[in-house]
């Protein structure tokens, strides 16, 4: 069926391969998916439904639909069976809704269902979950309205005070697409004496796989029995408005500006997950495209430069250096899925093909002897390599550097009748050679 496509998180996805066995085939993923290409060699009707009611294309294979189609399935009726049926798109999962958890206990366990005063509980954290550059692998809830990330430290203030818990609940969902999170519920009151409506504290704090949190406070004290509401990480604090002096709460979104969980961007929202956009590169030399493939440029039938051939053909990262440098004037094309519109830059260095300085050595004079030392002036990458048969063959290439540690009296010892020692000197990207010298033992 078709599928709103604004609830669902894409990336690009592996080319989903189905083979058609009957005339009429149901397909169903194992997630959401953005069609951009369908490939194959048959005559296809493709619905959207099982009773096919919504005809989304009938004709002969491949098939480029003008807008992907964002669905969980589809049926396929063919003309030729079995044969197969190829599916070139995005693969999605459904944003983070926790809706359905806010503000209740089911399927959550206690972890203090009774009254304490100066005291914390601690909660098992989800792995890799990061708060100012530490894993938070136990979450600490204290009865003074806090909880600390990692150690029994004030990291989230909740209307701080010398207050109580007289219940603390956790729990670990899974969301779609195996992402989890942590649920924790505290109720109490921000006076630890005097436990009356006016001083009643419930909040819920949730931490996602994704590295970020939501806060749900739901009843806060009308009595003014509140202080300090902050998050504070790495030095720095940030104040939190999370009571509204009538017994509101708020709803606060805690997104992570790094991996790390050093910084935190703070949203008075509900939770909702950031958008993701798939992208992909092409290189193009003339008339023809080239992708990457097992570590080398590999030419791809493109005729028509689409998203389906991003999708079909596009590479994730730009190649190294080495990869282009057979190509001439190679151009670089950028596409990824939405978002806003963004100048793409790239610091380009170009230096020549590896240049190469040939000197002939003649030391057949009857006054050279021998070889004494050899030396060279030269900056960067300069290899060599050498011919003691007149030019017939040479040696594999070596840094100049250790070649200049050979053993001059072997080397001499070497060169043929005529003495004539043949050098090739490789210069690689800007590497210079101002000078070599060969001292002879007269």
Known sequence: MLIDETSYLWKKGDAIVISLEEETNTITFDNAEKIYLMEGTSTVSVYADTELSELLYSGVLPYEPDTPIACDGLTVITDTFPSEFTIIGESGIEKTV????????????????????????????????????????????????????????EH??????????????SQIGELDGGRQFLKIRFEGYTVYNNQIEANRLIYELFLLSTGNMFLNVIQTPTSGNTEASELVCNG?????????????????????????????????????DADTYSYAYLTKQGELYFTISDGALVEVPIENLTAAMFMKYGFDELPDAE???????????????????????????AYPYPSTIVANVDMSHISILGISLMTAEYSGQVG????????????????????LNTDVEELWNSLPENR?????????????LSRFKITYTN
């Open 420 to 432: 004539l020692l043949i050098l090739h000197f490789i210069l690689h990207d800007n590497a210079t």
């Open 156 to 169: 989230l203030k909740i209307c701080r005070r010398d207050g109580c818990s007289t219940a603390i609940y």
């Open 98 to 153: 926790l809706t359905p958890y806010l503000n209740t206990t089911e399927n959550m366990t206690a972890v203090s269902s009774s009254y304490n005063d100066d005291g914390y509980y601690t909660v098992d954290g989800l792995s890799d979950f990061m708060f100012a550059r530490v894993a938070a692998s136990t979450i600490y809830v204290s009865s003074n309205l806090y909880v600390g990330f990692g150690s029994n430290t």
């Open 236 to 272: 720095t604090t940030t104040s939190l408005t999370l009571h509204d002096g009538v017994g509101g709460g708020a709803y606060v979104s805690f997104y992570c500006g790094d991996d790390a969980g050093s910084t935190w961007d703070v949203q008075y929202a509900m939770y909702e």
């Open 384 to 403: 060599l390599s050498f011919s003691i048969d007149n030019g017939e063959s040479f040696s594999e290439e070596q840094d100049l550097g250790d070649w």
């Open 323 to 349: 990869l282009i440098t057979s190509l001439e004037n190679p151009e670089f094309f950028y596409w990824r899925t939405g978002g806003d519109e963004k100048l793409v830059k790239a610091n380009i260095i």
